[in-house]
């Protein structure tokens, strides 16, 4: 007889692919994750992956058995959220990842208290990663304030809109005053950018085409960082690409210590999300957690 628990090791080995990160993530052996998977395999009568010595990939009967579990460990986690929520019993703790110190000041903190009042057998960790995210090896419930990457690189996940804002070019007057004009997206190329340390390249700006489509262009680049790129461009280090709600970069248009550069070729309502697994999506801790602080949205000003 199939066990849940089993269906939950196959479809966390479908998105880390290896064994060692399951086991790592589920806190218990290499060896039992195996046998796991070697008896589904045995009961369910057929393989559901090819195997090499690197890799996990789904046979096509694993794949289809994979949408049928999804549904299954779904369905499961949302009749024993809706007990727990019945016998007032939301418990355990809520480990959220966000990728800027600032995320958390501005979108979660200042409600924190109120939450725990409501949830009082809930607890929160809150963690700082201004990095790219790799789910085997970041052991989290809910990943708060990510663009699309991660979406993109681990399809099983999640995800909820948290914000929606223009991505910009910004310079100080004092840079622009010392180089050549910038009129059209060609001229950008005798420029200068602050890279964020973690794009992919860094010295890359991300912008709207002539055509309405979001696309980029690599330019010169002297400083890289994963913070301070506000402060930089105020100092007139070069542009930066930033999000028109960035709390740092109202104020600075305001003082008029940067400028908008481009803003008819800004790349247009870019979307900030939540992610959260899709095994774990529908435990009550997590769900409530996230319901609660989307919920204040209207409070955050941002996009």
């Given amino acids: 007889m199939l066990k849940v628990e089993q269906l939950k090791i196959f479809i966390a080995l479908t998105e880390l692919n290896t064994m060692t990160a399951v086991a790592n993530n589920l806190q218990v052996s290499v060896m039992a994750i195996s046998k796991s998977i070697a008896l589904l395999e045995k009961e369910v009568g057929q393989p559901l992956f090819s195997r090499t010595r690197r890799s996990f990939t789904l046979t096509q009967f694993g794949h289809d058995f994979k949408s049928h579990a999804q ?14 929520e019945k016998n007032g019993s939301i418990s355990g703790t809520v480990k959220v ?21 409501l949830y009082p057998n809930i607890k929160v960790e809150l963690d700082v990663k201004e990095s790219i995210i790799d789910l085997n090896t970041d052991d989290y419930d809910v990943f708060w304030g990510v663009s699309d990457y991660l979406g993109d690189t681990f399809s099983g996940l999640k995800r ?7 991505y910009g070019l910004y310079a100080s007057p004092s840079y622009l005053a010392r180089h ?22 860094a010295d890359i700006i991300i912008f709207q085409s002539e055509t309405g489509e979001p696309t980029h262009k690599v330019i010169h680049n002297r400083v890289k960082s994963v913070t301070g790129l506000v402060e930089m461009a105020c100092n007139g280090l070069g542009i930066i690409n930033a999000g028109n709600d960035d709390v740092k970069i109202l104020p600075a248009l305001a003082a008029n210590k940067l400028q908008p550069i481009l803003p008819d070729h ?19 801790k997590v769900r409530s957690f996230i319901d609660y602080f989307i919920a204040q949205k209207k409070f955050w000003g941002l996009g």
């Fill in 71 to 84: 549904q299954v460990v779904a369905q499961l986690d949302t009749l024993e959220s809706w007990v727990e």
């Fill in 97 to 117: 990842l966000c990728q800027a110190p600032e995320m958390i000041h501005e979108t979660i903190i200042p409600w924190l208290d109120k939450f725990l009042a």
């Fill in 160 to 166: 909820r809109t948290l914000w929606t804002c223009d």
């Fill in 266 to 284: 800004w790349y247009k309502n870019v979307s900030t999300y939540v992610y959260f697994h899709q095994v774990k999506g529908e435990q009550a």
């Fill in 180 to 201: 050549t004009e910038i009129k059209t997206l060609d001229d950008l190329n005798s420029h200068t950018v602050i890279g964020y340390l973690h794009n992919q390249p």
